[in-house]
T-cell receptor, first 113, second 114 residues
Framework: DSGVTQTPKHLITATGQRVTLRCSPR?????VYWYQQSLDQGLQFLIQ???????AKGNILERFSAQQFPDLHSELNLSSLELGDSALYFC????????????FGPGTRLTVL | AQSVTQLGSHVSVSEGALVLLRCNYS??????LFWYVQYPNQGLQLLLK??????LVKGINGFEAEFKKSETSFHLTKPSAHMSDAAEYFC????????????FGKGTRLHILP
């Protein structure tokens, strides 16, 4: 158990819908990272927050957004969902900015029908 | 731009045999390199990391990796495979530039044959 929690574990929705994925980092960790894992694209970095502020952006679509709240939990919002958005979404956390070890949550499996 | 290439999306070894998973990196500056493991239905877990100290790095579960600058490689090895090693393994590099982030390889799925 990494100490990072993600909810929900599974999510099934339809195209065009909007969903919110939630992540609680390890106690004391200030950085939160979101990743998308799919069969064709592999593990892709989406976005990072540090202590409430956006710190780095990766391959995140404009239909996706995220935020980190004062209690350090984070939410990833996916809107206008397409079939291709079906993937595993991982949250990871670390104590500082881009620490040399990130702790990954168990992931949320999103299925868009 | 920094990147990692993992050779072989699937590798099969017999139980008790040597495990060798290959990773080559591309970096214009001295890199930080990592191996992560993902067991079925779980998130990624750090196996080991190279951060410019000793070139031979020992990790958890008997795995080790050697940083070879001349070959731009960071291959992962384990002398004797165990059934519990069946998982997906990711090599990653930290970019260490203005756009600091960790870039993961495509992953290698390790199958252990009885």
């Amino acid at each position: 158990d990494s100490g990072v929690t993600q909810t929900p574990k599974h999510l099934i929705t339809a195209t065009g819908q909007r969903v919110t994925l939630r992540c609680s980092p390890r106690s004391g960790d200030l950085s939160v990272y979101w990743y998308q894992q799919s069969l064709d694209q592999g593990l892709q970095f989406l976005i990072q927050y540090y202590n409430g502020e956006e710190r780095a952006k990766g391959n995140i679509l404009e239909r996706f957004s995220a935020q980190q709240f004062p209690d350090l939990h984070s939410e990833l919002n996916l809107s206008s969902l397409e079939l291709g958005d079906s993937a595993l979404y991982f949250c990871a956390s670390s104590e500082q900015i881009w620490d040399n070890e990130q702790f990954f949550g168990p992931g949320t499996r999103l299925t868009v029908l | 731009a920094q990147s990692v290439t993992q050779l072989g999306s699937h590798v099969s070894v017999s139980e008790g045999a040597l495990v060798l998973l290959r990773c080559n990196y591309s970096s214009s500056v001295p890199p930080y390199l990592f191996w992560y493991v993902q067991y079925p239905n779980q998130g990624l877990q750090l196996l080991l990391k190279y951060t410019s100290a000793a070139t031979l790095v020992k990790g958890i579960n008997g795995f080790e990796a050697e940083f070879k600058k001349s070959e731009t490689s960071f291959h992962l090895t384990k002398p004797s495979a165990h059934m519990s090693d069946a998982a997906e393994y990711f090599c990653a590099v930290r970019t260490m530039n203005r756009d600091d982030k960790i870039i993961f390889g495509k992953g290698t799925r390790l199958h252990i044959l009885p």
